[in-house]
């Protein structure tokens, strides 16, 4: 398996994955717009197993700067196909997109939504990549659920060091419905975690621009 930096050609094949895992759909204009206005940030992992003129996507992470604080990345959806689940790339796209932001635009933080209900996705954000919850944005998707707002803090990469592991993460599909954890803390304190060079998944969308992009048929 590797991963890349998403290509406009690969843009096709990022939306089928997003349709087959992901509740949260975009039309193929959306995904353009991130690769052409932060061409670094976004990335897919391929099968290597598949011919280089016909590469597989398997997985991919959609992410960008914000519009508003040009210091915070924000993670807009991330998904991985469940063929090529627990095999490490839901981490190591997260890490991938994570480091461009602060190489390419000096990120400090990094924001997400995640379901309430998806635990095993806060489980990968919170015990491996370091995220903690900030708030709980009340009903942010549009089936009415409520969203866990995470955030992570990074360094710069002087300061940083390796060590992130990489094997078992994809714990479950991304966007299952269920019930929120009734042990969750609604309120956590930020942490600053050290980025390793390790490449580095869960589920992430954005509210409005799920709503205003939402593809109507495959």
């Given at each position: 398996?590797?991963?890349?930096?998403?290509?406009?050609?690969?843009?096709?094949?990022?939306?089928?994955a997003?349709?087959?895992n992901?509740?949260?759909?975009?039309f193929?204009?959306?995904?353009?717009y991130?690769?052409l206005?932060?061409?670094?940030?976004?990335h897919?992992a391929?099968?290597t197993s598949s011919?280089?003129?016909?590469?597989k996507?398997?997985g991919y992470?959609?992410?960008?700067?914000?519009?508003d604080?040009?210091?915070t990345?924000?993670?807009t959806?991330?998904s991985v196909?469940?063929?090529h689940r627990?095999?490490?790339?839901?981490?190591k796209l997260?890490?991938q997109?994570?480091?461009?932001m602060?190489e390419y635009?000096s990120?400090?933080?990094?924001?997400?939504?995640v379901?309430?209900s998806n635990?095993?996705?806060i489980?990968?954000y919170t015990g491996?990549l370091?995220?903690?919850?900030?708030?709980?944005?009340?009903?942010?998707y549009?089936?009415g659920e409520?969203?866990?707002?995470?955030r992570?803090?990074?360094?710069?990469?002087?300061d940083?060091?390796d060590?992130v592991?990489?094997?078992?993460?994809d714990?479950g599909e991304v966007?299952?419905?269920?019930r929120q954890s009734?042990?969750q803390?609604?309120?956590e304190r930020?942490?600053?975690?050290?980025?390793?060079?390790?490449?580095?998944?869960?589920?992430?969308v954005?509210?409005d621009?799920?709503q205003?992009e939402k593809?109507t048929?495959?």
């Amino acid at each position: 398996m590797d991963v890349r930096v998403m290509r406009p050609s690969d843009i096709p094949a990022v939306q089928l994955a997003n349709l087959t895992n992901l509740p949260e759909n975009y039309f193929l204009k959306y995904y353009l717009y991130h690769a052409l206005s932060w061409p670094q940030l976004s990335h897919v992992a391929i099968d290597t197993s598949s011919p280089p003129s016909n590469p597989k996507i398997v997985g991919y992470v959609l992410a960008k700067i914000d519009e508003d604080n040009p210091r915070t990345g924000h993670i807009t959806s991330l998904s991985v196909m469940r063929t090529h689940r627990r095999l490490g790339l839901a981490e190591k796209l997260m890490k991938q997109a994570t480091r461009a932001m602060r190489e390419y635009h000096s990120a400090r933080d990094v924001s997400l939504h995640v379901r309430c209900s998806n635990e095993a996705a806060i489980g990968l954000y919170t015990g491996r990549l370091g995220f903690t919850r900030d708030r709980v944005e009340k009903g942010y998707y549009a089936d009415g659920e409520d969203a866990w707002c995470m955030r992570l803090e990074i360094e710069d990469e002087d300061d940083e060091a390796d060590g992130v592991s990489v094997g078992e993460d994809d714990h479950g599909e991304v966007g299952d419905e269920g019930r929120q954890s009734k042990g969750q803390k609604k309120n956590e304190r930020k942490r600053k975690v050290k980025m390793g060079r390790g490449l580095g998944v869960g589920e992430l969308v954005e509210k409005d621009d799920s709503q205003r992009e939402k593809t109507t048929s495959s």
